[in-house]
């Protein structure tokens, strides 16, 4: 998940910068926030980027190509270790996806 935001940070970054901050906002939950300056996105695109097979745009997907896989993943790893993935953007000002998820994440049962 980790890897994915920060490639994609790097894609969509041409010239400029990338952070990647790791805080502990209460005692049961980490936050990774990857944020960058790149190209940014719209409110209306920000609805359709954690879905599958689906970019932010057909424009930014003909232009930095890729599946639209990545995020919908990411996100779903999240979830399923009981936290989330969210997305925080303007266009031209760059984006900041931050990953919270628990400290402890427990085994489902018969996985060990």
Known sequence: MLLNLVSNAAKFTQRGEI????????ADR???DVRD???????EEHGRLFEAYNQAN????AQFGGTGLG???S??????MGG???VA????QGSTFSATIPVRVIATAGSE
């Open 75 to 80: 996100r779903q790893y999240c979830r399923l």
């Open 19 to 26: 952070t990647v901050t790791l805080m502990q906002p209460d």
């Open 58 to 61: 057909h424009d930014t997907q």
């Open 84 to 86: 989330d993935l969210t």
């Open 71 to 73: 995020l919908a993943i």
């Open 37 to 43: 300056s790149g190209i940014g996105m719209t409110p």
């Open 30 to 32: 980490v936050r990774i």
């Open 89 to 92: 953007s303007e266009p031209g």
